[in-house]
């Protein structure tokens, strides 16, 4: 007996280490790393200001805000970018934008400022605006592209002419606290450092100017700061398999309309329509359909036939965000089978290749004008595709969960995915003894009893 008490007593010194390491893991693993994507490490947001020209009491610039993230686009209301003046500075006039406040200008006689304010924010105008407003690259209602799905779209200018000023490179001193949100929190800006004056080549490229004083702010994103619960979630089924898992309970939170109203909309509720016409579409803050998950946006991955020499999954993408049309989405997801993508149907694809040889991440998105507006939650919200795959004979099979994918992101914000145990398994695989260290534990603690009476 004292045997098997001796047994008992290392096995459970063994449980209650593993118990404390789990608690520890657990205590770490929501920390600032979080705002260090892998999949895009240098992705950022960069702010440049051009100064073109000086003026009698300060300067003509040009700022241009560059969206050089791979796959996180800034939606729809769009940018505002903030900062504070190192003097006494006003802004004159602007074009391609427009500050939020006036502020005080009740020190100036006549030609009044645009703005007066000690820390002004700027927005972008909208589509539309009188051309006389205008300058390259503004007036798309604050909305860029991520720099994968169109460059082209990605940069955002306005021109601004500021008084009370430097006049000369030695006079002039640098905005400082920049602020950049878009369209929530999320994003931190460092200092603006003055670098060497942009370039820039004339409309019949036979002459290049450039800027009399440049300085670059770069913003960098982190998924904690702009929300501090995650915003979508993956489920995974497949032909092989009855069962569905489901997203995790509660993945983005546990809202309740007992113990907090309105925080979600039954979707059989007599109200519905009428809470829906009263928040209105594209509100930063969601309003989601009362589900397990509490997501705004469920990806769920189905792999749907398996061939001779190639297998196929579905994708589809749901919204159960009745404020918000997801306008631009895109998915990122991670899979070693992406080396041998064959076709993709209804979706736009590129090869991300974070890690320079291995090609396991892909970007998805809608085909312009076809599926690229992910409508609110309704019986349309939602998009779909399937992807082919051709089989590697050297790696490829289906036990083990191979054929889920190991991470994805929608809209740049990473996905809440099942725990892998949960993943459907082949049927002819062999059953999972997952004992639980609970379950040990009890064992353990019983066996020490019984000896104790005995």
Request: charged fraction near 15%.
């Amino acid at each position: 007996m004292g045997f098997y008490v001796s047994i008992m007593i290392k096995l459970f010194s063994k449980v209650s280490y593993v118990i404390l390491l789990l608690c520890l893991l657990s205590c770490t693993c929501f920390t600032s790393t979080e705002a260090y994507d892998a999949l895009d490490p240098n992705g950022n947001v960069t702010v440049k200001w051009d100064i073109m020209s000086w003026s009698p009491d300060g300067y003509v610039a040009v700022v241009t805000i560059y969206n050089f993230q791979k796959y996180r686009h800034i939606q729809a209301p769009g940018w505002s970018l903030g900062w504070t003046w190192a003097k006494k500075e006003i802004i004159w006039t602007m074009i391609g934008g427009q500050a939020t406040d006036q502020g005080d200008c009740s020190r100036f006689k006549g030609n009044i400022p645009h703005c007066c304010k000690k820390s002004p924010t700027v927005v972008d105008l909208l589509p539309g605006t009188p051309y006389n407003q205008q300058i390259a690259n503004c007036c798309k209602g604050g909305v860029l592209s991520s720099w994968v799905q169109d460059p082209t779209t990605a940069a955002s200018s306005f021109q601004l002419s500021v008084g009370a000023a430097g006049t000369t490179n030695k006079t002039v001193r640098v905005p400082k606290n920049f602020t950049l949100n878009a369209p929530g929190p999320g994003y931190t800006c460092g200092p603006a450092n003055i670098v060497k004056p942009s370039k820039f080549m004339t409309a019949d490229k036979r002459r290049v100017t450039q800027a009399l004083m440049t300085w670059n702010v770069t913003c960098t994103y982190s998924q904690f700061l702009a929300q501090k619960s995650p915003t979508c979630c993956v489920s995974l089924s497949s032909f092989y398999n009855d069962t569905v898992v489901p997203c995790p309970r509660c993945a983005c939170g546990c809202q309740s309309n007992i113990t907090q109203p309105g925080s979600c909309v039954e979707l059989d509720s007599p109200y519905l329509a009428s809470v829906v016409s009263r928040s209105g579409t594209n509100s930063y803050t969601p309003l989601v359909q009362c589900t397990r998950h509490m997501c705004p946006i469920r990806v769920h991955w189905h792999v749907k036939v398996n061939y001779k020499e190639y297998w196929r999954v579905k994708i589809t993408i749901t919204n159960f965000n009745y404020r918000m049309n997801y306008s631009n989405w895109n998915l990122v997801a991670q899979h070693p089978n992406f080396d041998n993508l064959t076709q993709i149907f209804s979706f736009n694809y590129e090869s991300l290749n974070p890690y320079a040889t291995i090609n396991d991440t892909a970007m998805l998105w809608g085909i312009k004008f076809y599926n690229d507006l992910l409508m609110q939650a309704s019986p349309v919200g939602n998009v779909q595709s399937e992807v082919l795959f051709r089989k590697d004979k050297s790696t490829f099979t289906f036990d083990k969960g191979w054929a889920f994918p190991r991470r994805i992101y929608f809209n740049g914000d990473n996905c809440v995915m099942p725990p892998p145990d949960a993943y459907p398994w082949l049927p002819n695989a062999s059953s999972r003894h997952a004992v639980s260290l609970l379950f040990i534990l009890a064992t353990s603690l019983s066996a020490l009893v019984l000896h104790a009476h005995a």
